[in-house]
């Protein structure tokens, strides 16, 4: 077991554990470069009520996430169990441990597949499914109205995820174990997608909105992974207190993490809520909880 509290420098990470808060046809894609694009955006805590927001593109956000001894990697954009997306997977035959990937409010953007390149490259045949049919918002009123529209037919992005997780599973580089992954809007969706009859092997949520009541996280596809910021003014550290109880009251088995200080989206390389120390602590946590449910289980 974790301890309840880790604290290092300028990190301190909140470990919620035990009861206590603490395509089947060959694939032909491209080679992929880990280089990534400096990322543009604002973060919806970071937002003015006029909309504006400033834009941060520092180069030092760019490389959050360690890509030294990646394996090379085939990537293109696709469909899967009819749904849109970009499919990215290690340039090796056989099969692999597979993740759906699901974007945050902004789209299916250059940082999410930047991140669909990086899992990849750590041995993870992975979709990035696109819920805005080829839309990528620019600024906050469009991400508002392409994240509302999902919002607005639930069930459908739950079937385009779902269809996913089928068209992934049945691929012939997929070892037939899959998990769900997403940030902010995306990982709200990563948990209905779990709580729906996808049959998931693992679930993975960066400040998603969540579902607290028994009666509905009963269905979860556990273990599930969780990650949060203590200053999240959008995701309250209440309702993730109340999450880890009922998870626990359900016997789900979870690995749920508070870092202290941190707010809204802060693992997104933009914007003044980024925060790069408790980013990469919570990527290592992640990969650890992806390598313990999808390889070692195989």
């Not at 990190?11 to 400096?38: D, H, K, N, R």
């Amino acid at each position: 077991m974790r301890p309840e509290l880790q604290a290092g420098g300028l990190l301190a990470v909140i470990t919620l554990t035990g009861v206590g808060l603490a395509l089947t046809s060959p694939f032909t894609g491209s080679q992929v470069s880990y280089e990534q694009e400096v990322h543009q955006g604002c973060q919806p805590g970071n937002i003015q009520k006029n909309g504006v927001c400033t834009m941060a593109t520092s180069d030092q956000n760019a490389d959050v996430f360690s890509t030294d001894g990646l394996q090379p990697v085939v990537a293109r954009n696709t469909t899967l169990g009819g749904t849109p997306g970009y499919l990215a997977r290690p340039d090796e035959s056989g099969s692999h441990p597979s993740v759906v990937l699901v974007h945050e409010w902004w789209g299916l953007n250059s940082n999410i597949r930047h991140m669909a390149d990086v899992l990849a490259g750590h041995g993870y045949s992975v979709f990035a499914v696109d819920l805005y049919d080829g839309e990528v918002a620019q600024n906050s009123s469009e991400a508002g109205r392409l994240s509302g529209r999902v919002r607005q037919n639930p069930d459908k992005a739950v079937q385009d995820m779902s269809g996913a997780v089928e068209g992934l599973r049945n691929s012939s580089y997929s070892n037939g174990r899959v998990a769900s992954l997403g940030w902010c809007f995306g990982g709200g969706q990563s948990l209905q997608l779990s709580l729906s009859d996808a049959d998931l092997n693992a679930t993975a949520i960066y400040y998603g909105t969540l579902a607290t009541d028994a009666d509905t996280l009963r269905r979860v596809d556990g273990p599930v992974h969780g990650v949060f910021g203590s200053e999240d003014r959008v995701v309250s550290l209440e309702s993730v207190r109340d999450f880890n109880s009922t998870l626990d009251q359900l016997d789900v088995e979870k690995d749920i993490h508070v870092y202290e200080g941190a707010g809204h989206a802060f693992a997104n390389p933009s914007g003044d809520s980024f925060r790069p120390n408790a980013t990469r602590d919570a990527w290592n946590e992640t990969l650890e909880f992806l390598d313990e449910e999808l390889k070692q289980q195989t």
